[in-house]
T-cell receptor, first 113, second 115 residues
Framework: SQQGEEDPQALSIQEGENATMNCSYK?????LQWYRQNSGRGLVHLIL?????REKHSGRLRVTLDTSKKSSSLLITASRAADTASYFC?????????????FGSGTRLQVQP | DTGVSQDPRHKITKRGQNVTFRCDPI?????LYWYRQTLGQGPEFLTY????????KSRLLSDRFSAERPKGSFSTLEIQRTEQGDSAMYLC?????????????FGSGTQLSVL
């Protein structure tokens, strides 16, 4: 079953605008990761945020984590056409014995040039 | 530095046939994962290995599925008596555990179509 649920399912913006994607999850976590997937390809790791962190930046990416609400957001600033892809959050659940990441259903981002 | 490679990239088979996929992880990575992804969905966990030991299997992995990693290097995923519902992208990923960041490196996947 999917641990995370992304919102929105699809997002279409113009180049230069910011894109915000949200992820909600159900269990306590050790960390939360965001991955990107171009059509028909494998996933590429973007950024990891640990459960004791609230915000993290990497280039044009900003991730926030609210463990009290079991939610995270990914902000892509000054978007480019090349950012068009699907974005997934993935959680490393705590105290469940599960050691593999559990992925959400993804947000499909379309950046119009 | 080569990444995770999967073979074949595409596989078309008839219902009832057996298929086998191969994954070669990044050489120094001790963990190897198999995921399945259907159109418009996120990857669903199937199983993972640490070295040659299979440490966890999902309920999704029915008796028709078997995975091996005999020498702790490459892995194979076999599906016996394929069904149309097995049509999906099968993704392999690897990681180094323990590591500074527990991130997965994915291959490009094997797209399976069962006719």
């Amino acid at each position: 079953s999917q641990q995370g649920e992304e919102d929105p399912q699809a997002l279409s913006i113009q180049e230069g605008e910011n894109a915000t994607m949200n992820c909600s999850y159900k269990t306590s976590i050790n960390n939360l990761q965001w991955y990107r997937q171009n059509s028909g390809r494998g996933l590429v790791h973007l950024i990891l945020i640990r459960s004791n962190e609230r915000e993290k930046h990497s280039g044009r990416l900003r991730v926030t984590l609210d463990t009290s609400k079991k939610s995270s957001s990914l902000l892509i600033t000054a978007s480019r056409a090349a950012d068009t892809a699907s974005y997934f959050c993935a959680t490393d659940a705590k105290d469940t014995g599960r050691r593999a990441l559990t992925f959400g259903s993804g947000t499909r981002l379309q950046v119009q040039p | 530095d080569t990444g995770v490679s999967q073979d074949p990239r595409h596989k078309i088979t008839k219902r009832g046939q057996n298929v086998t996929f191969r994954c070669d992880p990044i050489s120094e990575h001790n963990r190897l994962y198999w995921y399945r992804q259907t159109l418009g969905q996120g990857p669903e966990f199937l199983t993972y290995f640490q070295n040659e030991a299979q440490l966890e299997k999902s309920r999704l992995l029915s008796d028709r599925f078997s995975a091996e990693r005999p020498k702790g290097s490459f892995s194979t995923l076999e599906i016996q008596r394929t069904e149309q519902g097995d049509s999906a992208m099968y993704l392999c990923a690897s990681s180094l555990y323990p590591g500074v960041e527990e991130k997965l490196f994915f291959g490009s996947g094997t797209q399976l179509s069962v006719l």
